[in-house]
């Protein structure tokens, strides 16, 4: 169920949520529990399951709320780079121990739930990946993208390998990987000399 703002008191959600980020800081995703949030914000934990679904519910919300309004990509003119900054902060994210946590514990929560699903995808991970395609957008209009590259393919391509490796952890992700894997695509949309494709 998704929370329904107009039914509750935009102090205590507030609070709610700022509490859920104090203490996934403090005691880690696993650790965290609906009981500790309503204590920690001052609210009954009845409160909370009126709202939210689950503690998953919560830290979704409180991270989607932690997110700047409008993400922009670097455009330095140098696609090549500009890629390879995102793609290095993406694997210094999957670094962090817990924020790597935190971040496996929702995605298998989304597994079973089809509605934290949609919210994960729709309100953290969608306008990540649009900023990426506007900055393609804008390296096509450049001239430095292939006219015919469908976009939404070429965005999959670079973060994939990343999110492949590291749920499956297969293997290090690295500053090189994120790098090697910014050449390729690169590479595989770059217009032909002369052709413009």
């Given at each position: 169920m998704t929370p329904q703002p107009t039914r509750r008191n935009e102090q205590s959600r507030r609070a709610i949520l700022a509490a859920a980020l104090e203490l996934l800081t403090e005691t880690g995703y696993q650790a965290l529990t609906v009981e500790a949030i309503a204590a920690r914000a001052g609210?009954?934990?009845?409160?909370?399951?009126?709202?939210?679904?689950?503690?998953?519910?919560?830290?979704?919300?409180?991270?989607?709320?932690?997110?700047p309004e409008v993400i922009a990509l670097p455009d330095t003119g140098d696609l090549r780079a500009d890629l390879r900054e995102v793609l290095r902060a993406t694997v210094a994210e999957f670094a962090d121990p817990r924020l790597s946590a935190t971040t496996r514990a929702i995605t298998i929560e989304t597994l079973a739930d089809e509605d934290l699903a949609?919210?994960?995808?729709?309100?953290?991970?969608?306008?990540?990946?649009?900023?990426?395609?506007?900055?393609?957008?804008?390296?096509?209009?450049?001239g430095q993208v292939r006219p015919d590259a469908s976009l939404d393919l070429v965005v999959e391509l670079?973060?994939?390998?990343?999110?492949?490796?590291?749920?499956?952890?297969?293997?290090?992700?690295?500053?090189?990987?994120?790098?090697?894997?910014?050449?390729?695509?690169?590479?595989?949309?770059?217009?032909?000399?002369g052709t413009g494709r």
């Amino acid at each position: 169920m998704t929370p329904q703002p107009t039914r509750r008191n935009e102090q205590s959600r507030r609070a709610i949520l700022a509490a859920a980020l104090e203490l996934l800081t403090e005691t880690g995703y696993q650790a965290l529990t609906v009981e500790a949030i309503a204590a920690r914000a001052g609210v009954g934990k009845q409160t909370i399951y009126r709202w939210w679904r689950g503690k998953g519910a919560v830290i979704l919300d409180a991270l989607a709320d932690d997110m700047p309004e409008v993400i922009a990509l670097p455009d330095t003119g140098d696609l090549r780079a500009d890629l390879r900054e995102v793609l290095r902060a993406t694997v210094a994210e999957f670094a962090d121990p817990r924020l790597s946590a935190t971040t496996r514990a929702i995605t298998i929560e989304t597994l079973a739930d089809e509605d934290l699903a949609g919210q994960a995808r729709d309100r953290l991970l969608r306008p990540q990946l649009n900023a990426v395609r506007a900055r393609l957008e804008a390296a096509r209009e450049a001239g430095q993208v292939r006219p015919d590259a469908s976009l939404d393919l070429v965005v999959e391509l670079l973060f994939g390998p990343l999110y492949h490796r590291w749920l499956l952890r297969n293997g290090p992700l690295t500053d090189d990987y994120a790098g090697g894997i910014v050449d390729l695509v690169v590479a595989a949309v770059t217009p032909s000399a002369g052709t413009g494709r």
